[in-house]
């Protein structure tokens, strides 16, 4: 699975060689990500619908920790 599928690292990259951040691929059926430093280990994969959820609860504001 993950020698055949397109790796897109996130735009969101931290550190000055954005290298803290996930990769994300297009499975078709699945969407899988993997971290970046470590592309040879555990990948997760998600439906596409609950994958969408999760990216939009990540960009919904959250309240502030009090």
Do not use: Y
Not at 8 to 27: Q, R, T, Y
Request: proline share 9%; net charge positive; with cysteine.
């Amino acid at each position: 699975m993950t020698a055949a599928a397109q790796w897109k690292k996130s735009s969101f990259s931290g550190g000055g060689e954005g290298n803290d951040c996930v990769e994300v691929a297009d499975l078709r059926s699945r969407i899988a990500v993997r971290d970046s430093k470590a592309p040879t280990r555990a990948t997760l994969t998600f439906p596409p619908a609950a994958f969408t959820t999760f990216l939009e609860a990540l960009k919904s504001p959250h309240p502030s920790p009090r």
